[in-house]
T-cell receptor, first 115, second 116 residues
Framework: KAGVTQTPRYLIKTRGQQVTLSCSPI?????VSWYQQTPGQGLQFLFE???????NKGNFPGRFSGRQFSNSRSEMNVSTLELGDSALYLC??????????????FGPGTRLLVL | DAKTTQPNSMESNEEEPVHLPCNHS???????IHWYRQLPSQGPEYVIH???SNVNNRMASLAIAEDRKSSTLILHRATLRDAAVYYC?????????????????FGKGTKLSVKP
């Protein structure tokens, strides 16, 4: 099976712009989670989607949003970019069976640089 | 969420065993212990997980203390490719369908260096 894919891999934006990142989960996986990784804060959870619904949300401002499509693909959007949004954005997918300790499979990430 | 404590860094020699410790003194009875690692310039990858008994897979072994307040990830023969940041994470067990498994809460992890 193909792994989790994320596009684009690298992105440069300027302050005030908005950006959309895309994630294609492993075929058959229904849950998609997004994480932000920065040198200062480490890996932090953004949100999780399951069956096109946001099921869990981290502590990030409303400028960060996401959605999931019927084919489980997911996008995240950051509006009004700030310098501090420069980070590696990671997407992870899992099958999501109840009661199981599901492994999350991570993509390679999208590295966003805000100038 | 219960927290974990890991050393910031460890060093190992190639082809020697490595024992990566993790303390989780506030672990609850239904928390599973997961380990992920992140190789340079890659996303994290799953290594192993367990509840009470020691676990083995092709990548590593997980030794869990009898009181479950600590655990140790064991790499039996470290290779240069094992140089990574290793994260010890606790995850609650969710039984209801549609209920979130809960996001992974990453700490700082242990940066493992492997010397040739």
């Amino acid at each position: 099976k193909a792994g989790v894919t994320q596009t684009p891999r690298y992105l440069i934006k300027t302050r005030g712009q908005q950006v959309t990142l895309s994630c294609s989960p492993i075929s058959g996986h229904r849950s998609v989670s997004w994480y932000q990784q920065t040198p200062g804060q480490g890996l932090q959870f953004l949100f999780e989607y399951f069956s096109e619904t946001q099921r869990n949300k981290g502590n990030f401002p409303g400028r960060f949003s996401g959605r999931q499509f019927s084919n489980s693909r997911s996008e995240m959007n950051v509006s009004t970019l700030e310098l501090g949004d420069s980070a590696l954005y990671l997407c992870a997918s899992s099958v999501d069976l109840p009661g199981n300790q599901e492994t999350q499979y991570f993509g390679p990430g999208t590295r966003l640089l805000v100038l | 969420d219960a927290k974990t404590t890991q050393p910031n860094s460890m060093e190992s020699n190639e082809e020697e065993p490595v024992h990566l410790p993790c303390n989780h003194s506030t672990i609850s009875g239904t928390d599973y212990i997961h380990w992920y690692r992140q190789l340079p310039s890659q996303g994290p990858e799953y290594v192993i997980h367990g509840l009470t008994s020691n676990v083995n897979n092709r990548m590593a072994s997980l030794a869990i203390a009898e009181d479950r307040k600590s655990s140790t990830l064991i790499l039996h023969r470290a290779t240069l490719r094992d140089a990574a940041v290793y994260y010890c994470i606790l995850r609650a067990s969710i039984m209801n369908y549609g209920g979130s498994q809960g996001n992974l809460i990453f700490g700082k992890g242990t940066k493992l260096s492997v010397k040739p």
